[in-house]
């Protein structure tokens, strides 16, 4: 429990206020904490690619009332805190667990709230999504459950790790990819560069990393793959021959037509397609059909809080850096439309 608010009434939040039309920074209220809640200033937050799809929704797509902040990887400190809320101190720094559910089910009780049995009934999936989030001077979290310390790490590694880093860190978990295994890594934004360097720090595979532009391809050469190409004609039959047959695993960050037919095309039987990506692709399942006997097809949203926690230790110990590039919160339509034409090397991240 910590004591008074040491924070100004208002601070800059930029709000969704209308779908089809741009967020816009406002001067809000600096919320009070009540029971469990606790008051974090924002350092960080990162912009997701599926900020764009959230600004892009038609009306009534998504579930989310309107208006509420933007920003769902955040890093801050904590500056005040309900009575209800344990196990925290001011000026704690934290990263937020950005995925909120409805705290009761099997599912949050175990902080998976990525995947809390009552999502369909909510009008949010999380900090950002539906709930007031991190673009802002300052986020209200619901419970001290979603905080993870980070120590001394930067506050702009610790916000995109809570998603461009636990997205590919759960998706990663769920393989297994033993000696002489292949990946590959379909778009190597801010969550696929992250994916490369944790499937190099965490499995024996060699990784293959396609992306349309060569600046990213260079980040994935950084970031540790094998080898990088740019999708053609011919990519599919140039994995199946480079992997000697297929890759065990596919992890797809673009998730539209021509990603998911190329990771169909490269599988090998009793192998992983992640499809991560919401690029608004489909692809048919159907036996006999175009995925090899065996195929796992999975669909993960987010992560744990304990593979949050996990995330930040391997970051704290070095083995992880997610390539950012810093922009003020008053810049934040820049850095979005920035974004949307495949400028950004890595994750953007808004230092309000
Ligand atoms: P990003 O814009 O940073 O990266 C996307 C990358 O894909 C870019 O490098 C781009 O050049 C590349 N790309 C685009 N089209 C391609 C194609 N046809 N072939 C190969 N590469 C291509 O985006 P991001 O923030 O990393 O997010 C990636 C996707 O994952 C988005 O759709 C986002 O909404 C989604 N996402 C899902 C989850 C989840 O939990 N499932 C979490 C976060 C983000
Ligand atoms: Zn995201
Ligand atoms: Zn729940």
């Not at 295994?181 to 499937?199: D, E, P, R, S, W």
């Not at 399942?285 to 993960?300: D, E, F, T, Y």
């Not at 070095?318 to 922009?327: I, W």
């Not at 934040?332 to 495949?342: H, K, M, P, S, T």
Request: charged content about 20%; aromatic content about 4%; some cysteine.
């Amino acid at each position: 429990m910590v004591g008074g608010v040491s924070a100004p009434r208002k601070s800059p939040a930029l709000r969704l206020t209308a779908w089809g039309r741009p967020p816009s920074l406002a001067d809000v209220d600096v919320p009070d904490p009540g029971g469990t809640e606790v008051l974090v200033r924002v350092e960080a937050a990162g912009i997701c690619h599926s900020d764009l799809h959230v600004l892009d929704a038609a009306p009534g797509a998504l579930p989310y009332r309107l208006p509420f902040t933007l920003g769902h990887e955040i890093a801050g400190q904590v500056v005040a805190a309900g009575s209800a809320a344990t196990g925290v101190a001011d000026g704690d720094r934290v990263a937020v667990h950005g995925p909120w559910g409805c705290g009761e089910c099997r599912r949050c009780a175990a902080g998976e709230d990525n995947y809390c049995h009552r999502r369909a009934e909510l009008a949010f999936s999380g900090a950002g999504l539906g709930r007031d989030g991190g673009m802002a001077g300052h986020v209200l979290v619901p419970h001290p459950r979603h905080l993870v310390p980070i120590g001394d790490l930067a506050a702009s590694q610790a916000a995109p790790l809570t998603d461009a880093g636990l997205t590919p860190y759960h998706a990663v978990a769920g393989l297994t990819l033993a000696e002489g295994a292949a990946a590959v890594v379909i778009g190597a934004g801010g969550l696929g560069h992250v994916a490369i360097q944790l499937l190099r720090a965490l499995t024996p595979a060699r990784v293959f990393a396609v992306d349309v532009r060569e600046e990213a391809l260079e980040l994935a050469a950084r970031s540790g793959a094998h080898r990088t190409l740019r999708p053609g004609p011919d990519t599919a039959a140039v994995l199946r021959r480079e992997t000697g047959g297929g890759a065990e695993a596919v992890l797809d960050f673009v998730g539209s037509d021509p990603t998911l037919s190329l990771g169909a095309g490269v599988l090998r039987p009793a192998g992983s397609l992640v499809i991560v990506g919401s690029g608004g692709g489909k692809l048919t399942i159907a036996k006999p059909g175009v995925l090899p006997p065996g195929v796992s097809v999975s669909l993960p949203f987010w992560g744990s809080a304990r593979e949050l926690r996990e995330v930040i230790a391997l970051a704290r110990a070095g083995r992880l850096r997610v390539e950012t590039e810093p922009f003020p919160l008053t810049a934040a339509a820049d850095a979005f439309q920035r974004l949307r034409e495949g400028r950004i090397r890595g994750r953007a991240v808004l230092l309000p």
